[in-house]
């Protein structure tokens, strides 16, 4: 199971920190990824971590204001600095069994939360 919470009404150039609570079995085999979708538009891998520590990030420029995080329990931290209008999104992560690793955050994901709204505005 997968919890995202932190989300929240932002200004732009502020900055915001997303928690994703696993829990589970056998989480040590599991990759996580930050998927975000905007209104209107498809979904978008953000950034992934696997089992072992490795990130990625979907694009060189998500690099530059995201970052995500391992931590204890597994469970699974994005930061983003800066924000922009252009973020606001449901942002989910997401569980892919780690020999489905690819680079960019490619690949199924297989288990899903339910999302947490971020909304930039003035």
């Known amino acids: 199971q997968l919890v995202e919470s932190g989300g929240g009404l932002v200004h732009p150039g502020g900055s915001l920190t997303l928690s994703c609570a696993v829990s589970?079995?056998?989480?040590?085999?599991?990759?996580i990824g930050w998927f975000r979708q905007a209104p209107g538009k498809e979904r978008e891998a953000v950034a992934c971590v696997s089992t072992i520590g490795s990130k990625s990030y979907s694009t060189d420029s998500m690099k530059e204001r995201f970052t995500i995080s391992r931590g204890f329990a597994h469970n699974t931290g994005l930061q983003i600095t800066d924000l922009k209008p252009e973020d606001t999104a449901v942002y989910y992560c997401?569980?892919?069994?780690?020999?489905?690793?690819?680079?960019?955050?490619?690949?199924?994901?297989?288990?899903w939360g339910q999302g947490t709204q971020v909304t930039v505005s003035a």
């Open positions: 589970g079995s056998n989480l040590e085999y599991f990759n």
């Open positions: 997401a569980a892919q069994t780690y020999t489905r690793w690819r680079a960019r955050c490619r690949g199924d994901y297989e288990y």
